[in-house]
């Protein structure tokens, strides 16, 4: 069956320290691919997305993913964390352009000042 | 320009009630999404509707349905609520079916079952 997996439920780091939210996938062949955040009063917001191309993939807010379709990851990072980026964090797969998103359980970023 | 708005915002029933939430996507959007958000299980797909029509469905049982009208807003309706139907109800909107099409997401509605 076809899943998302995000393996940390919480992640804590300190203000200014790099991050990297891991995401793994099931699929057959290559997926659409998405990271999104969701930030207390701000609704669901897409951070970026991967359809084919570069592998390494610029978002806003300063985060980048890279796809590696060898470990069937799409992992989040970010150089340098600012208190602003605590939230929930969601990675999500379509297997095709007319199909469904699903959406992982999400990691929850606490950042430490 | 507005965002997706959805109604209402908290509502609070018991089982065996019915319940009918309400989206309004962004204008010019036609695609509308609609997610369950349950605690600790992320948000699963329901529901996605196009130019009127239903299509595609998550695994959900019947009693979850919706419809989409000719201005585009939707509806989603629960029957028979259970108390696992207790979540979070987002609705997106996207200009157009596919995934090129970013979905844009509402502030969602939070259903209690008591």
């Known amino acids: 069956a076809q899943s998302v997996t995000q393996p940390d439920i919480h992640i804590t780091v300190s203000e200014g320290a790099s991050l990297e939210l891991r995401c793994n996938y099931s699929?057959?062949?290559?997926?659409?691919l998405f990271w999104y955040v969701q930030s207390p009063g701000q609704g669901l917001q897409l951070l970026l997305k991967y359809f084919s191309g570069d592998t390494l993939v610029q978002g806003i807010k300063g985060f980048e993913a890279e796809f590696k379709r060898s470990q069937s990851s799409f992992n989040l990072r970010k150089p340098s964390v600012h208190w602003s980026d605590a939230a929930e964090y969601f990675c999500a797969v379509g297997l095709n352009r007319d199909d469904k998103i699903i959406f992982g359980k999400g990691t929850r970023l606490h950042i430490l000042p | 320009e507005a965002g997706v708005t959805q109604s209402p915002t908290h509502l609070i029933k018991t089982r065996g009630q019915q319940v009918t939430l309400r989206c309004s996507p962004i204008s010019g959007h036609t695609s509308v999404y609609w997610y369950q958000q349950a605690l600790g299980l992320g948000l699963q797909f329901l529901l996605w509707y196009d130019e009127g029509e239903e299509r595609n469905r998550g695994n959900f049982p019947p009693r979850f349905s919706g419809r989409q009208f000719p201005n585009y807003s939707s509806e989603l309706n629960v029957n028979a609520l259970e108390l696992e139907d207790s979540a979070l109800y987002l609705c997106?909107?996207?200009?157009?079916?596919?995934?090129?099409?970013?979905?844009?997401f509402g502030p969602g509605t939070r259903l209690t079952v008591l």
């Open positions: 699929y057959g062949a290559t997926p659409y």
């Open positions: 997106a909107s996207s200009l157009g079916q596919g995934l090129y099409n970013e979905q844009f």
